[in-house]
């Protein structure tokens, strides 16, 4: 890694890259491979259990949420100082370069039948299959099938606790939802 690509990966994950930085400079590969990994991994598959698989993921919703945390949209102390000043470019860069990169598998065990027939259940209600698109996701919605367990029960959390307010309609629905319904959920959609 050249010395000039190093300082910058330090100064990015300090959140300190100069705005000025141009796009046209930003190699959205070799940050990946400099910040990005540490959390989401080098294979697709995420080094650290609170952090999604990113590898894979719809482009513009990968866009969304990295300007969502940039914005002060989305908040995680992990991710808002690396992106706060990242151009538009180079979140998109960043999208692309995640979303051309194929999905991991995690090798999830099966839930029991009965924690499967309450996920089903509570998604059945909820009519989540409408919108994440039988799991797999669109331009606007993630992929949600074979995502990490620990990710999935945590943001479903997040959205009933008000953690996360980027989604106003989703924190809406999370909070009919009991923690054990949320927990089989994120167990059923880890492993299909």
Same mark, same amino acid.
């Given at each position: 890694?050249?010395?000039?690509?190093?300082?910058?990966? *330090?100064?990015?994950?300090?959140?300190? *890259? #100069?705005?000025?930085?141009?796009?046209?400079?930003?190699?959205?590969?070799?940050?990946?491979?400099? /910040?990005?990994?540490?959390?989401?991994?080098?294979?697709?598959?995420?080094?650290?259990?609170?952090?999604?698989?990113?590898?894979?993921?719809?482009?513009? =919703?990968?866009?969304?949420?990295?300007?969502? =945390?940039?914005?002060?949209?989305?908040?995680?102390?992990?991710?808002?100082?690396? /992106?706060?000043?990242?151009?538009?470019?180079?979140?998109?860069?960043? @999208?692309?370069?995640?979303?051309?990169?194929?999905?991991?598998?995690?090798? @999830?065990?099966?839930?029991?039948? #009965?924690?499967?027939?309450?996920?089903?259940?509570?998604?059945?209600?909820?009519?989540?299959?409408?919108?994440?698109?039988? =799991?797999?996701?669109?331009?606007?919605?993630?992929?949600? #099938?074979?995502?990490?367990?620990?990710?999935?029960?945590?943001?479903?959390?997040?959205?009933?606790?008000?953690?996360?307010?980027?989604?106003?309609?989703?924190?809406?629905?999370?909070?009919?939802?009991?923690?054990?319904?949320?927990? *089989?959920?994120?167990?059923?959609? #880890?492993?299909?």
């Amino acid at each position: 890694m050249s010395l000039r690509l190093a300082a910058l990966s *330090a100064a990015c994950a300090l959140g300190l *890259a #100069a705005p000025a930085l141009r796009a046209q400079e930003f190699d959205a590969a070799a940050e990946a491979e400099a /910040v990005c990994v540490v959390c989401h991994g080098a294979d697709g598959v995420p080094a650290v259990p609170e952090a999604p698989i990113i590898a894979g993921q719809q482009f513009y =919703y990968l866009y969304v949420q990295l300007r969502d =945390y940039a914005a002060g949209r989305r908040a995680n102390d992990t991710m808002a100082p690396i /992106v706060a000043n990242y151009t538009k470019e180079q979140l998109q860069a960043l @999208a692309t370069y995640f979303s051309e990169q194929p999905w991991p598998d995690l090798h @999830a065990r099966r839930p029991g039948d #009965a924690v499967e027939a309450k996920a089903q259940g509570a998604m059945g209600v909820g009519e989540c299959s409408q919108c994440h698109n039988q =799991y797999l996701g669109d331009s606007r919605i993630p992929r949600l #099938a074979g995502q990490s367990v620990t990710y999935l029960d945590q943001t479903l959390r997040d959205f009933k606790n008000k953690v996360r307010m980027n989604a106003p309609d989703k924190a809406f629905l999370m909070e009919t939802y009991s923690d054990e319904d949320l927990k *089989a959920i994120a167990e059923y959609l #880890a492993a299909l």
